[in-house]
């Protein structure tokens, strides 16, 4: 099949970027959408042209450094599916693809495709841990936990850190991302001690870091490649509520 690539281009974060257009003749219906952008930087470089540059390492769907905007959808927009589990079977033959970097305030491009998204790194810094002394793990059932909170625990800590919800937000907010963390510990023991402080911290690095704040699109939820619930967020308000007042 042959697709052509519309690929935002920029040299650095300072200089200005562009888009421009390439095409794949021989792309198969049974790569992924990464091994395309491989097919595509041998082209360039065969060429003498500068590859395109593009953040990825698992391949697996568990790391989420290959997220990219396709056609105006973070990670193509499939559901659950991070960049490097799209397939080209979901393209067609002539197909003409847009490619481009997350777009926010608090991911600045590097080069092309790749932005720097230690703002996230920052928000888990300001309070995202557990940082008092637990000692060796202990035994599962040592601590009852209810299943719903456990399971709940778990499903908020599936968030790998990709960054789509910023980029889907029409806001650009990382309300979705820091819920995520705030809320997987606010269901656990351990994670109580600290559970006051951890969301102010969270949220004021959250807002230093230039992201926006929700305002209930859902568009986080829709792209997540790890199915986060929006909820987290409605958890995230009632932790902030309990701080500010005490209770």
């Keep these: 099949m042959q697709l052509h690539l519309k690929v935002w281009r920029q040299a650095n974060a300072n200089a200005p970027g562009q888009f421009q257009t390439y095409t794949v003749a ?32 698992c391949r697996e769907g568990i790391c989420g450094s290959c997220g990219v905007m396709i056609n105006g959808k973070a990670h193509g927009g499939l559901p659950q599916t991070a960049t490097c ?24 491009v590097i080069k092309d495709l790749v932005v720097d ?35 709940a625990a778990f499903d908020y800590a599936a968030c790998i850190g990709c960054g789509a919800c910023v980029a889907a937000c029409p806001n650009a907010s990382a309300s979705l991302f820091t819920a995520a963390k705030v809320a997987h510990l606010a269901q656990l023991p351990q994670g109580h001690p600290e559970r006051q402080q ?27 490649p790890k199915g986060i619930s929006i909820d987290a967020i409605a958890t995230m308000r009632r932790e902030y509520l309990r701080a500010i007042t005490g209770l």
């Design 26 to 57: 021989n792309a198969h219906p049974d790569m992924s959408f990464l091994e395309l952008l491989d097919v595509l930087n041998e082209q360039l470089i065969q060429a003498g042209v500068d590859p395109v540059e593009v953040d990825y390492d």
């Design 85 to 108: 589990q799209l397939y080209l079977r979901h393209f067609s033959d002539g197909d003409e693809i847009t490619v481009e970097p997350w777009r926010a305030k608090g991911f600045p």
């Design 117 to 151: 998204r230690a703002a996230l790194d920052r928000i888990i810094m300001a309070g995202g841990y557990i940082s008092v002394k637990t000692g060796s793990a202990p035994e599962a059932n040592a601590i009852p936990i209810p299943k719903a909170s456990a399971d």
């Design 198 to 224: 951890r969301v102010l911290a969270m949220g004021k690095q959250m807002t230093t870091e230039g992201f926006g704040d929700c305002s209930n699109h859902g568009e986080c939820q829709a792209v997540c």
